[in-house]
Every structure is written in C-alpha cells, then in structure tokens.
C-alpha cells in the first residue's frame, strides 16, 4: 500500500515540476522574443531618423542652391546623399525589402531624377523649379519615411499585440498542464478510495458488528493488495480459533 501511494505522489510531484519548467522556458522565452522586439524596433526608427537628418541635409543644400541662384547645390547635398543611401542600405538589411522600403526606395529616385534632370537642364528658373516641381518629390520622399516610422510593422503597438497572443500561448501549456495534474489527483483519489479506504472501512464495519451484535465477520470488497485481503483473512482466522477454543 505505502510503495503505491507513495508511487502516487511521486507522479504527481513530476507532473507539477514539468508544468514549472515548462512555465519558466516560455516565459524565458517570451522575454527575449520582447528585447528583440524593442531592440529592432528602436532600430528601425533610428535608421529612419538618419534617413529624414539625410534629407534634410539635402534639402537645405538645394535651398541654399535656389536662394544664392548658383548652378549646382554645395557639398552639403552629396554628404546628404551618402548618409541616406547608407542608412537605406542598413535599413533594408535590418527589416528586410517591406512595402514601405519600396515605397521610399521610389520616392527617393524620384527625387534624385528630379534634381539631376534640373542641374542637366538650365532652361527652368530655379526658383520656379523649386515651388513647383521639387517640393512635391521633396514632401513624398518625406511622407515615406514617416510613413515607415509610423507603419504597423515598426511600432511597439503592433509588437506588443503579437507578444500577447505569444503570452497566450504561453500559458496554455501550464493550464493544460495543471489540468492533466488535476485529472490524475482525482484519479488517485479514486484509485485510493476504492481499492484502499474502502476495504477498511469494510473492514473495520464488519469486525464491529460481529463484536456487537455477533454478525458473521464476511467483508466482501475489491482490492488487489495482498496486505488487505491478509488482514482480512488473518481476522477471519482469529475469529474461528476464537470459536474453537470455545467448544
């Protein structure tokens, strides 16, 4: 009896352990899937501020280029070029070849043809060209990268809605865990109920009233531990050595 209830708990115990250890690498699990989140999404956005500074560097040149009526912008637009193809080339090694990288991939040689096919043809007042024609190929590169800054893809909200459905998952082992251990107490329970308290209980039912009112000790019940079915049969034989002595 002690070596299977014993066997019992012990099976109990390990399920508990498992749903622990189950518990802890998922959650480990899910904490590193948030830093990598957070650290990729704080890239994304410098990446994209880099590429808005480079712009504007840009910008400020053809301004510059368009107020002093010079023929080519100063040195400040090709430094602003390299910046913004390096941290384009960067971004898209980082988050990969997205819609919106596209889009600003678009909106940048749009942008780039509209100043090159200027600086090739002098025919265009430079500040006619600028109100009418720069400007909007200006403000679409720059709709595009806040465009990127601001997309489902790269912001915290969206991430944090897949960390909690990650977090859903992570709990669903440990509740069908716990569930399994539930199951198996009440199976122990009922295993100890029926093949152990209640042979005693019969037991010990049927020697009282054979003591009380000389009821013929007979308790029949199911058990398949030989301690049990002893006992019973070592009180049946005191009881008819009893008998015998008395003859």
């Known amino acids: 009896m002690r070596k299977k209830i014993t066997i019992g708990f012990m099976s109990l115990?390990?399920?508990?352990?498992?749903?622990?250890?189950?518990?802890?690498?998922?959650?480990?699990?899910?904490?590193?899937?948030?830093?990598?989140?957070?650290?990729?999404?704080?890239?994304?956005?410098?990446?994209?501020?880099?590429?808005?500074?480079?712009?504007?560097?840009?910008?400020?040149?053809?301004?510059?280029?368009?107020?002093?009526?010079?023929?080519?912008?100063?040195?400040?637009?090709?430094?602003?070029?390299?910046?913004?193809?390096?941290?384009?080339?960067?971004?898209?090694?980082?988050?990969?070849?997205?819609?919106?990288?596209?889009?600003?991939?678009?909106?940048?040689?749009?942008?780039?043809?509209?100043?090159?096919?200027?600086?090739?043809?002098?025919?265009?007042?430079?500040?006619?060209?600028?109100?009418?024609?720069?400007?909007?190929?200006?403000?679409?590169?720059?709709?595009?990268?806040?465009?990127?800054?601001?997309?489902?893809?790269?912001?915290?909200q969206a991430r944090t809605q897949m960390l909690e459905k990650n977090a859903y998952k992570t709990i669903t082992p440990s509740i069908l865990t716990m569930l399994v251990a539930i199951i198996i107490v009440m199976m122990f329970y009922y295993f100890v109920d029926h093949y152990y308290a209640h042979p005693i209980i019969k037991l010990h039912n049927s020697l009282k009233n054979y003591l009380s009112f000389n009821v013929p000790f007979a308790p029949k019940f199911e058990s398949n531990d030989d301690e049990l079915q002893g006992l019973r049969d070592m009180i049946s034989e005191l009881i008819d050595r009893k008998k015998n002595s008395q003859k």
């Open 13 to 156: 115990a390990v399920v508990l352990l498992l749903a622990g250890a189950i518990s802890m690498y998922e959650l480990q699990r899910l904490r590193s899937q948030a830093e990598q989140v957070l650290e990729t999404n704080s890239r994304n956005i410098e990446l994209a501020e880099r590429m808005l500074d480079a712009l504007q560097r840009q910008n400020s040149s053809i301004l510059r280029m368009t107020l002093a009526d010079i023929n080519i912008p100063d040195t400040g637009y090709d430094i602003g070029c390299e910046s913004f193809d390096k941290a384009y080339a960067e971004a898209i090694k980082a988050s990969g070849n997205s819609e919106e990288m596209i889009n600003i991939a678009m909106a940048n040689t749009e942008y780039r043809n509209v100043i090159s096919n200027h600086l090739l043809n002098d025919e265009i007042e430079d500040r006619e060209w600028f109100l009418s024609t720069y400007l909007q190929a200006y403000y679409k590169l720059d709709e595009a990268l806040k465009s990127h800054i601001t997309s489902p893809e790269n912001s915290v």
